[in-house]
C-alpha cells in the first residue's frame, strides 16, 4: 500500500489511521499543499534515499481530490507517479473536503492504492459511542449528554476532553455533573450559534435546552437577539436577490459571505416566507426598544419571541 487517500471530519480519526498505517515507524514527513507544489511533493515521494529506508510522505490539505481544480500538468504529473510510485515510500494524501470519484485523478489512486472515507460518529451514535468509551466510568446518561452538548458535539473536543478526565479519574470512579461543569466549560460562544441554528430551523427542545445554558452563564440575551437578528437579515436578503436571479458569486460579495456561508442560507431561507421573516425583524427591532427603555424585561422579551417563532413549527 504505496498510495493512500484519506477523506475525514475528524483529525482524531485521522490520526489514529495514519498510526495504524506507519505502525512502529518514526520516518514521516509532512507536507501541505498548496505551500508546497506537487513538483515538490513528488519530488520528495521520489527521493531515493541510500538506506533505502521506507519513509511516510503525508500530505495535507489535497483538496484537488475534491472541488479544488488541478492544472493539466500536476494532473499529468499525479497521473504518472500514480503508476509508478516509488517503492520505498508511502504517499498519504489527507483532506477534510468531499472526494470527487469520478475524477480521474481520484479513480487512478483507487486502482492503484487505499481510500479510507472516516466520518466521526454523529447524534445517537455519538451518544453510544461516547457511553461506550466511558462505560469504566460510574457515569450516568445526563453526563454523558453533558459532556456532548458541553463540546457541540464535536467528536476531537469530546476526545481532547477525555483526556483530561483520565487525569482526574480512575477506573470506577464515580462521575457528576456538578464536577463536569468544573472540568469542562462550555463554549459558550459557539453555543450561541448553535442556538441560532437551532431556532432557525425550529428545534424547540435544542433551543429552550441551551437556553438554560445559558441562563447558567449569565449570557447576555442582548447577544442572542442581535445574533438571531443578523441571521434573519441575511436570509431575507438571501431571498430578495434570489428572486432577482442574482448568481451566486454577486450574492456572496454583495452580503460579503462565503460560499459555504451562501449554501447554509440557501438551505435556511426554504424555512421561511418572506413575510414572516419581516415579523421577525420588525419584533425584534420592538424588543430592542422595549428593553432598553426599560417597559420589558430582556430575558422575557427573548423568551416571548422564541414562543411565536416556535409555536409555528
Not at 15 to 38: C, Q, R, V
Request: aromatic share 12%; net charge negative; charged share 35%.
Amino acid at each position: 500500500m504505496k498510495l493512500v487517500l484519506i477523506a475525514t471530519d475528524s483529525k482524531t480519526l485521522l490520526d489514529k489511521k495514519i498510526a495504524s498505517i506507519m505502525k512502529e515507524s518514526t520516518n514521516k514527513i509532512i507536507y501541505s499543499f498548496p505551500e508546497n507544489t506537487l513538483v515538490d511533493i513528488l519530488e520528495e515521494a521520489s527521493y531515493v534515499s541510500f538506506f533505502q529506508e521506507e519513509k511516510f510522505l503525508i500530505v495535507k490539505n489535497a483538496d484537488f481530490f475534491g472541488k479544488e481544480k488541478l492544472s493539466e500538468k500536476d494532473t499529468n504529473l499525479l497521473m504518472e507517479y500514480f503508476e509508478h510510485p516509488y517503492p520505498y515510500t508511502t504517499l498519504i494524501f489527507t483532506t477534510y473536503e468531499s472526494v470527487d470519484h469520478r475524477k480521474n485523478i481520484t479513480k487512478k489512486l483507487e486502482e492503484k492504492g487505499e481510500f479510507y472515507l472516516l466520518q466521526a460518529p454523529k447524534n445517537y451514535e455519538l451518544f453510544q459511542e461516547i457511553k461506550k468509551e466511558m462505560s469504566h466510568y460510574k457515569i450516568d446518561d445526563r453526563e454523558v449528554r453533558y459532556i456532548i452538548d458541553a463540546c457541540l458535539g464535536n467528536y476531537d473536543m469530546i476526545e481532547k476532553e477525555k483526556e483530561k478526565l483520565k487525569l482526574i479519574y480512575q477506573s470506577n470512579d464515580t462521575i457528576k455533573k456538578e464536577e463536569l461543569k468544573q472540568i469542562i466549560v462550555p463554549n459558550a460562544n459557539e453555543n450561541q450559534f448553535k442556538f441560532v441554528d437551532a431556532v432557525i430551523k425550529k428545534d424547540a427542545y435544542q433551543v429552550f435546552h441551551l437556553l438554560e445554558d445559558f441562563e447558567s452563564l449569565k449570557t447576555d440575551p442582548y447577544q442572542l437577539m442581535n445574533l438571531l437578528a443578523r441571521e434573519y437579515r441575511l436570509i431575507y436578503l438571501f431571498k430578495i436577490l434570489e428572486k432577482k436571479n442574482i448568481s451566486s458569486k454577486e450574492m456572496a460579495q454583495s452580503l460579503k459571505l462565503q460560499d459555504w456561508q451562501l449554501d447554509k442560507l440557501r438551505k435556511e431561507s426554504s424555512f421561511y416566507h418572506e413575510d414572516d421573516l419581516k415579523d421577525y425583524l420588525v419584533s425584534l427591532s420592538k424588543i430592542d426598544s422595549e428593553t432598553k427603555s426599560g417597559q420589558k424585561e430582556k430575558t422575557i422579551a427573548l423568551i416571548n419571541f422564541l414562543i411565536q417563532v416556535l409555536e409555528y413549527s
